[in-house]
């Protein structure tokens, strides 16, 4: 699961109704981003200590809470804090280390956004200034021996914020995720496959998945996922609603699939050699327009 902490570094003091609409931005983000089931967000922002003892932007948490006007937001946000203090969370890294590298970001303490980073997960952080309106962090250290740390940071400021975010989350799952069937649910917050498509990839040489994979990881590096886009050499526009992924090593493999509205379907899967009769390829992306449009229907 990928894990967020609450960032208390903000570089300054606030206004405390900035701060309550700071607040309301990222619980919204978050919200949005731990709906999408693929990028397997835990419901539990992780938390130093208890939230009456915290105190963000020169304001306790409480008193930023009394500011905020909408009850759901309100909701959300108590829902979402249950999870302290951070020890419990997160593997600290080599505390001496740590203590030699004085980790600081605005002239505040940095050592939790760093050991953040270290366990692999991400800032939660009130955009109340552009220093922290950032998709990455930078934890900067007074030791020449020790390299700058850069935190994926969700602040809600912005939507492309949310997307970086997302998409960031989106390559970890995918890159973690074991190469098998299961894998390819992790390409969009809905994918629904046909039957037809299931039996041939599990009926599939281990090769033949493998080349499939390696194909959509340079799909991935291309940026043409979320969403997909056709460039005729990868991945081409066959049909209404039909995009070829084309696989050429170590044999030409074709997969016929579809996006929309954050949902991916799979209808069919097949050799390049096997189209050997006259519109033969025609017909199997015929076949599979029928199949898109029926699970479409479903």
Not at 201 to 228: C, G, M, T, W, Y
Request: glycine share 4%.
């Amino acid at each position: 699961m990928n894990r967020f902490y609450l960032n208390e570094c903000l570089g300054g003091d606030f206004a405390c109704q900035d701060l309550a609409d700071a607040l309301a931005k990222v619980v919204l983000a978050f919200a949005s981003l731990a709906k999408k089931q693929n990028l397997h967000v835990e419901k539990g922002w992780i938390l130093e200590k208890e939230p009456n003892k915290i105190v963000l932007g020169g304001e306790k948490l409480s008193d930023i809470l009394k500011c905020l006007q909408d009850r759901e937001t309100k909701r959300l946000f108590y829902s979402y804090t249950l999870n302290y203090p951070v020890e419990d969370f997160f593997a600290a890294a080599n505390v001496d280390e740590l203590l030699q590298a004085n980790y600081v970001f605005e002239n505040n303490d940095a050592t939790n956004m760093v050991i953040v980073e270290k366990n692999g997960d991400t800032l939660l952080t009130f955009p109340v200034s552009d220093a922290v309106r950032q998709d990455w962090l930078t934890a900067k250290s007074d030791n020449q021996g020790f390299k700058d740390v850069r935190v994926l940071n969700l602040h809600g400021y912005s939507h492309n914020n949310e997307k970086a975010v997302g998409d960031e989350l989106f390559r970890r799952n995918y890159a973690k995720a074991p190469c098998n069937i299961n894998k390819l649910e992790y390409l969009a917050p809905r994918v629904i496959m046909s039957e037809s498509f299931k039996k041939r990839f599990a009926d599939a040489p281990l090769e033949h998945k493998r080349s499939i994979f390696e194909r959509i990881d340079e799909v991935l590096a291309s940026n043409l996922l979320q969403p997909l886009q056709c460039n005729g050499t990868m991945i081409k526009h066959v049909a209404e609603h039909v995009a070829e992924l084309r696989i050429v090593n170590p044999v030409d493999i074709r997969v016929y699939f579809h996006e929309k509205d954050d949902t991916l379907y799979f209808a069919k899967m097949a050799l390049k050699s096997e189209y050997v009769g006259k519109n033969a390829q025609d017909q199997d992306i015929q076949k599979s327009e029928e199949i898109i449009q029926l699970l479409m229907k479903n």
